[in-house]
């Protein structure tokens, strides 16, 4: 006997194999098959009562048709035989349904009609119906045509007249014969009770006029009312003689059906509810229902069953993991299974020892993150004739990336540093560098021997771990207009001369701190600083920044956003650089730890 062990094997044997067997058995089997089937027979039985329907009113037509056919052939045959043709239509005339026969025009068997009959016997005025001469052959040239149904005058029916026209083959005489049946003669034979009653049905033309109809309003177009299945059907008849259709919906709201007379110029339509139509699948439904109530409820008994030992569990994962959310994590749950209950709960409690020491991780990061921030510069020096700005943006809590302003009397001495990689390391080194650095800086004038005196202290900080900082150490003199760097590893410093509208790089020899112990370091000048001119000191996670694209932005960008906001503020020029970075790589965590410095070479006497 099979023995469950895991949870899931009993969600599988209790809930979900009943629940399967019970959807695919009950719902594919017979919702799809027998919704399908009853609307397939209904349209196949439509077809047949509409054709039956229709044969009913053929037979009523066909009967005038037969003895208009047969004095035609006396006409041909015995053209002499003047008894015999009178003789034929008086039965005719009196024959059941038929309420009158025109010959030429003229009423038999004496007396003209009106309306369009007496239009026609003034047209044959003096012209014996009974004597025209007829050689030849009549039958090719004999035409049959049915009008819709009118109101005559003279009664309180409806009428159709049937027309036939017989030319003979030289054209040398015709013989013109109307018949004006009752139209309620030819639709008696329509079964309006039960199956036609309970729906919409239309006896209509090849245009859509309704003649009759079941509908309790008075209609005189079908499709009128805008219904969507009447416009189908509609348009479809004008293609085809027999046919059904499916209104939207699934299952449909209406299914038509229509069928077009063989011996007028008609169509029978019938337009049914789909509800109707699907009655017995509705049963079949509500006992669907019933079935499957029952065996929820069984089911219902047996996650019971089941899921009790799974809800106090779960309950007490819960209650431990609301004191995990108020800082208690000295807790542990008891394992009582070996099922997924008790997977769940032994990794629970190795997740809280987990979180435990993460949060404190995290409390230590915020902690290095706020002693870091108070190492950078905590407000912006003023200086006459300069303008001068600074941000530093961490990919993380804690960075590598490095600034600061060295004072003097007559100079401002600006450094920006980059430690390799990322994190708690690089931030530690970054501190012990900007603490070597103030320590060193006692000659300020002597920036080559500060930067030499703070490469070996690094070099014996870091020892042999391949860590390394690169440098670049700046010192402005406004009044004098010059201007003294020194490059360790660092990327060039960036110059804009505004009156040449150009950049120019701030170059120079020299290797990263931390690398070789005994390097000395020789710092580069120039004197032709003017006013207007701007310089920016970088770290390469700015013009290093990639898209999602994997395009880098490039300091091409970066000397565009310079370029076009030369004239604003060395604050505003900072603003827009790192919005355009921003918004290059589209609201993206930056990969690199991001530092730019602008110092703006203004006016003498005029200050920030």
């Known amino acids: 006997m099979l023995k469950i062990r895991t949870l899931q094997q009993r969600f599988v044997v209790y809930m979900l194999a009943p629940v399967a067997l019970l959807m695919c058995v009950m719902g594919a089997a017979g919702f799809v098959y027998a919704r399908n089937a009853i609307l397939t027979q209904w349209e196949e039985a439509a077809v047949l009562k509409l054709q039956r329907v229709a044969h009913h009113v053929d037979m009523r037509l066909a009967r005038p048709k037969e003895w208009v056919n047969l004095y035609l052939k006396l006409v041909e045959e015995h053209r002499h035989a003047m008894s015999m043709r009178l003789d034929i239509l008086k039965k005719f005339e009196n024959s059941e349904g038929v309420l009158a026969v025109y010959l030429n025009g003229q009423r038999l068997p004496s007396g003209l009609g009106s309306g369009r009959s007496a239009s026609r016997a003034n047209d044959h005025m003096g012209r014996s119906p009974m004597m025209s001469r007829m050689p030849g052959s009549m039958g090719r040239n004999r035409v049959f045509t049915v009008t819709e149904p009118r109101y005559n005058p003279d009664s309180d029916n409806r009428t159709v007249s049937l027309f036939t026209r017989a030319v003979s083959d030289d054209a040398d005489a015709d013989v013109e014969i109307e018949v004006v049946l009752d139209f309620d003669y030819l639709l008696q034979d329509m079964p309006y009770n039960k199956w036609w009653s309970s729906q919409k049905t239309f006896l209509i033309d090849g245009i859509g006029h309704i003649f009759v109809s079941t509908t309790d309003t008075e209609r005189k177009q079908i499709g009128e009312t805008g219904d969507a299945v009447e416009l189908e059907t509609l348009a479809a008849l004008l293609e085809k003689d027999s046919g059904t ?30 509800d109707q139509i699907l009655q017995p699948i509705v049963r079949f439904r509500n006992y669907y229902f019933l079935t499957l109530g029952g065996f929820v409820i069984i089911i219902l008994l047996l996650i019971r069953r089941v899921s009790g030992q799974v809800a106090r569990s779960v309950n007490r994962l819960s209650a431990a993991a609301g004191d995990i959310a108020r800082g208690e994590f000295d807790l542990a749950l008891p394992e009582r299974t070996g099922d997924e209950i008790g997977q769940l709960t032994h990794s629970f409690n190795t997740m809280a020892a987990q979180l435990k020491e993460r949060v404190h991780l995290r409390q230590s990061l915020e902690l290095a993150k706020e002693v870091q921030q108070n190492l950078l510069p905590d407000k912006t020096p003023r200086m006459d004739g300069l303008d001068i700005a600074g941000r530093s943006i961490y990919c993380e809590e804690t960075g590598g990336d490095y600034f600061d302003y060295l004072h003097a009397d007559d100079a401002l001495h600006i450094v920006v540093g980059d430690v390799s990689g990322h994190g708690i390391s690089a931030a530690l080194l970054m501190s012990s560098v900007r603490a070597s650095l103030r320590q060193c800086y006692c000659e300020l004038d002597d920036i080559g021997g500060q930067v030499t005196s703070l490469n070996r202290n690094i070099a014996m900080d870091v020892g042999e771990s391949g860590r390394f900082v690169t440098l670049f150490y700046l010192a402005v003199h406004p009044a004098e207009r010059r201007i003294r760097w020194l490059r360790a590893g660092h990327d060039p410093a960036l110059i804009y001369r505004r009156q040449r509208d150009r950049f120019e790089d701030l170059a120079g020899a020299g290797l990263a701190l931390g690398v070789d112990i005994d390097y000395r370091y020789t710092p580069e000048q120039r004197e032709d600083i003017q006013i207007g001119d701007i310089l920016l000191i970088g770290t390469d996670g700015i013009w290093e920044a990639f898209d999602e694209h994997g395009r880098m932005y490039g300091k091409d960008n970066l000397q565009a956003i310079v370029r076009a906001h030369h004239d604003e503020s060395a604050q505003a020029i900072i603003d827009a650089v790192f919005d355009a970075v ?4 589209g609201g993206a965590k930056p990969e690199d730890d991001m530092t730019l410095v602008v110092v703006k070479i203004l006016p003498e006497q005029k200050n920030r």
Do not use: D
Request: hydrophobic fraction near 40%; aromatic fraction near 12%; proline fraction near 15%.
């Open 582 to 585: 921003h918004q290059f790589i």
């Open 245 to 274: 259709l499916r209104g939207p919906g699934h299952p449909p709201r209406e299914i038509s059906g229509f069928h077009r007379l063989e011996e007028a110029p008609w169509y029978i339509v019938v337009i049914a509810p789909g």
